[in-house]
């Protein structure tokens, strides 16, 4: 299992990733899940994959080996758009099902993944797109500035009632990592190193990349500030009206108390 995360906000686009892949508690490993395409000055697109390990890495190969070819359907450096960059991730990974899907179905394996794409290509706004294992796909809105992929459960609450697009992308990052938090909290199979990008507005460009290795300060420090917040705000919430009920029961004595 993984966890990804997509934000598009008025100021940036902000990504994060976990690194862990595993087959059970015994067969832990890491594996990058954030790829970057941005050797071109007009462009930066960044991909963040969850699901089966073989198939994500088999579109990631074919998107890569592609790049130098002028042909827009086969190129992301090449493509007009970035709906039509999320066109070709969409039938990449259809090429892929139709290679690999047979073998896998004969086998039992469901042919699982999917892709969070975002980026901007110069002289048009910053689009973010969720693509499913059948190479369809949707746009992020203002209504619905994010997506989620892999072990998404456990991060929501806080996306949900924080995340807006006018929220600075600093924020939004903050708040990605405290939706990691919960989620590692909650499930084992996610965990760190986790991965920041960040492309600002126009900026056709990664404007901040930064690693939180497992024991990063401050991922550790913002968890247990989070917590404790918490913990403060859940005491200081108002008791309800029949909360004096209660307590006239619990005060009354019990069968064997007394006299």
């Known amino acids: 299992m993984s966890y990804c995360l997509g934000m598009r906000l008025d100021d940036g ?3 994060l990733s976990d690194s862990r892949t595993n087959a059970g508690v015994d067969s832990v490993s890491i ?3 954030t790829f970057i395409f941005d050797d071109r000055s007009d462009r930066v697109v960044v991909l963040l994959s969850a699901g ?28 007009p758009s970035m709906f039509e960059v999320a066109r070709l991730v969409g039938a990449t990974l259809r090429e892929v099902h139709d ?6 179905a004969a086998q039992g394996v469901d042919f699982a993944a999917s892709f969070i794409l975002g980026g901007q290509i110069a002289g048009t706004p910053q689009r973010l797109f969720h693509i499913y294992a059948a190479g369809n796909f949707i746009e992020a809105t203002p209504e619905t500035p994010y997506f989620q992929i892999g072990e998404t459960k456990y991060g929501k609450p806080i996306l949900e009632r924080v995340l807006r697009p006018q ?10 990592l405290i939706s990691f938090d919960s989620t590692i909290r909650a ?15 126009d900026a056709c460009a990664v404007s901040m990349r930064r690693t939180f290795a497992p024991g990063d300060s401050y991922c550790d420090r913002l968890g247990q500030v989070w917590g404790n917040g918490l913990r403060t705000l859940f005491l200081s919430l108002p008791h309800p009206d029949w909360a004096a009920e209660l307590d006239t029961i619990a005060a ?4 064997g108390d007394g006299a």
Do not use: H, W
Request: contains cysteine.
């Open 252 to 255: 009354r004595p019990r069968n």
């Open 13 to 15: 686009l902000v990504f």
């Open 52 to 79: 089966n390990l073989a198939i994500t890495q088999s579109v990631i190969s074919l998107l890569s080996e592609r790049l130098d070819e002028e042909d827009p359907e086969r190129s992301l450096y090449a493509a």
């Open 187 to 201: 499930n084992l199979s996610v965990g760190p190193p986790l991965d920041l990008t960040i492309c600002l507005r």
């Open 167 to 176: 929220t600075p992308p600093l924020d939004a990052a903050i708040c990605g």
């Open 99 to 104: 290679q690999d899907g047979p073998a896998l």
């Open 31 to 33: 594996f990058r899940k």
